[in-house]
């Protein structure tokens, strides 16, 4: 299994972002992805998750901001961050759950000014 994400970058507070991950290998689809980061100094956290079938979380932190979404035709999900700030400065990574957690690699978010 292999996870793609790409879309970090540079943003000033009150930007915008979107994030891309491309899912691939050979394990059954579609299944609950979600985006994690970990800012320097802190532990990695849950940003935001989606079933299989659409149903959507998303930590209090970032709640009326960022909205997740997902296309099972094409393997990939999608991570929209809005009014941005900078707390969200962190890698964020994403993940697919099938009995086992699979990660990607990681994309930087910066928002600084």
């Known amino acids: 299994v292999q996870l793609q994400a790409s879309g970090g970058g540079l943003v000033q507070p009150g930007g915008s972002l979107r994030l891309s991950c491309a899912a691939s290998g050979s394990i059954p689809r579609p299944n609950a992805m979600g985006w994690y980061r970990r800012a320097p100094g802190k532990q990695r956290e849950l940003v935001a998750r989606?079933?299989?079938?659409?149903?959507?979380y998303y930590a209090d932190s970032v709640k009326g901001r960022f909205t997740i979404s997902r296309d099972n035709a094409k393997n990939m999900v999608y991570l929209q961050m809005n009014s941005q700030k900078p707390d969200d400065t962190a890698v964020y990574y994403c993940?697919?759950?099938?009995?086992?957690?699979?990660w990607g690699q990681g994309t930087q978010v910066t928002v600084s000014s």
């Open positions: 989606i079933s299989s079938n659409g149903n959507t």
């Open positions: 993940n697919e759950r099938r009995l086992v957690d699979y």
